[in-house]
């Protein structure tokens, strides 16, 4: 167990619609990665953020969005969602701002779009 | 662009040794990580390099040769459970991170 906790583990859901992911660093992590893994894509980083502020960018797409609260949590929107939007989404989360410290893994949460 | 390279597959026998080797192009470098993936499970890091060398972690040592982008992952005294996805990872410009495709290694008896 990572100590990082991601709800929900799965999600079915129809295209056109919105979904939601959250999820809860380790206590004292500051940082929140976001991941989307497919089989077709491997693992690409989405965004970063530190104490609530964006802090790095990869590949999310314009009608997804993140953010990070007061009390470090962070929540994925997902929204007029296509076929291809079905993957792993991870969250992982770290102590470090940026450079080599360990990032911690969650379960993930599964998306299926049907 | 980005692009990271490492072999599909390997597979290596039990007790032996078998190194993963990763080779990277990127505009600006900011550490490489490897990671390990079980499948369906999530990634659970194994190690970090910035500087030029080799990090030894138990069984699991990791080289980097900024100069020539390349790096490798070397497990030894290899067990059973050691059998999983091996990805590597850089951290660009922007702190973005770039994985490549993974590693897939099969340990045998």
């Known amino acids: 167990d990572s100590g990082v906790t991601q709800t929900p583990k799965h999600l079915i859901t129809a295209t056109g619609q919105r979904v939601t992911l959250r999820c809860s660093p380790r206590?004292?992590?500051?940082?929140v990665y976001w991941y989307q893994q497919s089989l077709d894509q491997g693992l690409q980083f989405l965004i970063q953020?530190?104490?609530?502020?964006?802090?790095a960018k990869g590949n999310i797409l314009e009608r997804f969005s993140a953010q990070q609260f007061p009390d470090l949590h962070s929540e994925l929107n997902l929204s007029s969602l296509e076929l291809g939007d079905s993957a792993l989404y991870f969250c992982?989360?770290?102590?470090?701002?940026?450079?080599?410290?360990?990032?911690?893994f969650g379960p993930g949460t599964r998306l299926t779009v049907t | 662009g980005q692009n990271i390279d490492q072999p599909t597959e390997m597979t290596a026998t039990e007790g032996a040794i078998v190194q993963i080797n990763c080779t990277y192009q990127?505009?600006?470098?900011?550490?490489l990580f490897w990671y390990q993936q079980h499948a369906g499970e999530a990634p659970t890091f194994l190690s970090y390099?910035?500087?030029?060398g080799l990090e030894e972690k138990g069984r699991f040592s990791s080289f980097l040769s900024r100069s020539k982008g390349y790096s490798y992952l070397l497990l030894k005294e290899l067990q059973m459970k050691d059998s999983a996805s091996y990805l590597c990872?850089?951290?660009?410009?922007?702190?973005?991170?770039?994985f490549g495709t993974g590693t897939s290694l099969t340990v045998i008896p």
């Open positions: 992982a989360s770290s102590g470090a701002l940026a450079g080599g410290y360990e990032q911690y």
């Open positions: 390099n910035v500087l030029d």
């Open positions: 206590s004292g992590d500051l940082s």
């Open positions: 990872a850089v951290r660009g410009p922007g702190n973005q991170f770039y």
């Open positions: 953020y530190y104490n609530g502020e964006e802090r």
């Open positions: 990127t505009s600006g470098f900011n550490g």
